[in-house]
C-alpha cells in the first residue's frame, strides 16, 4: 500500500520517510512538499494514505481543504506540533481523517496510519470528547428548538422559510394578518433573530430527523418535533 508525507521542510519529510519505509509495512513511501505538488505527480495521486506536516493552524485547515479537492479519495492524517480540539475539529470537518502531534511517539505515528489504512479515524481523546459534546449540544439545541415553538408556530416558521409575507402567511393558515405578525414576532424573540432571513437560516440548520405526520402546513416543508 502506497504512503505519502508531505510537508514544507525538507528534513522533516525524509525522515519521516526513512521511519516509515524502514517499518516495512509500506511497499512504497513517497515524499511530497505540498498538496499541490502531490496531486500533479502523476501516478502517485494514488496514494490513498497521507501524512501532512503543517507548520502553522491556518495552513493545516487550508491543506486539509486543499486536499479534499484536489484528492478526494486520499486520506489525510495531520501533523502539527501542537494541536488542540479547535484544529483537529476544524480539520476533521475539512475532511482530516486524523490528527497526530509531533511530541507523539513513532509507535503512535505508526498506530495511527495502521488504523487510517484500516477506515478508521484517529483523534486523541480529548477530541473524540469535544466531538461527543459537540453531537450533544447539536441534539439539545434541536430539541429545544422544536420544544420552544408552538405547533402553529411552527406552521408559520415553514412558511417564512418558504419566502412568504405576513400577509400570504395568514392567507394560508386562514387568520388575520396581525395575527401572523403576532406569530412572526414571538417566533424572533424564541429563535434570538431579527430578520425573515435568519428565522429561514435557523429552520433550515435546526430541521432534525423527527418529522409530524406530513400535510401540518399545505405545501410546506415537513416540521420536525411537532406531534
Request: proline share 5%; aromatic share 6%; with cysteine.
Amino acid at each position: 500500500m502506497k504512503l505519502a508525507v508531505v510537508s514544507p521542510r525538507v528534513l522533516i519529510r525524509k525522515a519521516l520517510c526513512s521511519l516509515l519505509a524502514g517499518s516495512g509495512t509500506w511497499s512504497d513511501v513517497i515524499e511530497s512538499g505540498s498538496v499541490l505538488e502531490l496531486s500533479c505527480a502523476g501516478d502517485r495521486t494514488q496514494s490513498p494514505i497521507l501524512i501532512i506536516h503543517t507548520t502553522d493552524v491556518g495552513s493545516g485547515i487550508a491543506s486539509a481543504r486543499e486536499l479534499r479537492n484536489l484528492l478526494p479519495e486520499a486520506r489525510a492524517l495531520m501533523l502539527v506540533d501542537d494541536p488542540d480540539e479547535d484544529f483537529a475539529m476544524q480539520t476533521l470537518e475539512a475532511g482530516a481523517w486524523g490528527c497526530l502531534s509531533t511530541t507523539d511517539s513513532p509507535q503512535v505515528l505508526m498506530k495511527a496510519v495502521a488504523k487510517v489504512a484500516e477506515g478508521e479515524r484517529w483523534f486523541g481523546h480529548r477530541v473524540t470528547n469535544a466531538v461527543i459534546d459537540r453531537l450533544i449540544a447539536g441534539r439539545e439545541a434541536n430539541r429545544t428548538f422544536a420544544e420552544n415553538l408552538t405547533p402553529r408556530e411552527w406552521e408559520v416558521l415553514a412558511l417564512i422559510a418558504q419566502g412568504y409575507s405576513d400577509k400570504e402567511v395568514a392567507k394560508s393558515l386562514f387568520i388575520s394578518t396581525e395575527t401572523a405578525r403576532s406569530h412572526v414576532k414571538s417566533i424572533y424573540k424564541k429563535l434570538k433573530v431579527s430578520t425573515r432571513r435568519a428565522a429561514a437560516v435557523c429552520y433550515f440548520k435546526r430541521v432534525g430527523p423527527e418529522h409530524p405526520p406530513s400535510g401540518t402546513v399545505p405545501g410546506a416543508i415537513s416540521l420536525p418535533g411537532v406531534s
